[in-house]
């Protein structure tokens, strides 16, 4: 179970629950990231549209995300909403969770390493990191890709950053991004079809170690240029050396070219 810092979700939170029992009047829910306290989701709450059978939209052991309305800490009352939830907010919680999850398996890893237990991990590195990066699994990418420094720099020891290390360059992939386009290429020279192909191969050879670029045809004279990196700046730089190439090459082929970007 993942866990979190506060024994109580904050009025406005999204949070990942369970639903435990179907009732008339609404459903009750554990919450997942808060050891198992219960919540209650009111039949009102449930759906955009009107409600007459509320096992109609939920059932016994379905994960929801819900958005917490209210919270009595001392009588342990939690009272939740589904239906106020959008599809993006959705989305967004359950990657979330996904990832807090991924860090979860990996902290537990790394304790069985050191014989220490899971809430020494936390509080020896996960909380740190989430201090540091915001989240703890974006600690582990940026040691996955950097090392132990990004560890130690959130005031991780050495013992455990050694370990987290090894572990993350082992099972965590770094974050790419990916932006494409699309080339207009003609040529009506003889030689044409081997003028496109020399400015193809052009905005082609602009990759490096970091940065991959792949060329595809969409249909003639229609090709897509997709820039893979690990950061979108660069990405870009990238995009704008390639597409400079091509252009360039085609124009000195007696030829002509244009680029749309692609969202």
């Known amino acids: 179970m993942v866990k979190t810092r506060r024994e109580f979700p904050a009025e406005g939170d ?23 306290k219960e919540g209650l989701v009111h039949i009102s709450e449930v759906s955009q549209s ?30 939740l909403s589904i239906r106020r939830v959008t599809e993006q907010q959705k989305r967004e919680k359950v990657q979330e969770w996904k990832r807090a999850q991924k860090a979860e398996n990996l902290l537990d890893l790394a304790a ?16 740190p990191l989430e201090d540091k990066y915001g989240e703890i699994y974006a600690g582990f990418e940026e040691a996955a890709e950097k090392g132990e420094q990004p560890l130690l720099d959130a005031g991780v020891s050495e013992e455990w950053s050694k370990v987290i ?13 990916k932006i494409k386009g699309i080339f207009e290429l003609t040529c009506l020279k003889r030689d044409g079809v081997e003028a496109i192909k020399k400015a193809l191969i052009a905005a082609e050879k602009v990759a490096n170690g970091d940065v991959n670029v792949e060329i595809y045809t969409v249909g003639a004279p229609r090709y897509r240029i997709e820039v893979t990196a690990k950061e979108y700046k660069q990405a870009e730089s990238i995009m704008k050396e390639a597409v400079n190439a091509a252009l360039t090459v085609i124009k000195e082929e007696g030829g002509s070219g244009t680029f749309t970007r692609e969202k």
């Open 14 to 36: 999204l949070v990942i629950a369970t639903v435990t029992k179907i009732a008339n009047h609404g459903a009750y829910v554990t919450l997942d990231e808060y050891e198992g």
């Open 112 to 127: 069985k390493k050191l014989g220490k237990t899971l809430d020494e991990a936390y509080e020896k590195v996960g909380w």
């Open 50 to 79: 009107w409600v007459r059978n509320i096992r109609n939209f939920l059932k016994e052991g379905q994960k929801v995300v819900a958005k917490v309305l209210r919270t009595e800490p001392r009588k342990g009352f939690i009272d």
């Open 165 to 177: 290390t090894e572990l993350a360059k082992a099972y965590v992939e770094t974050p790419k991004v």
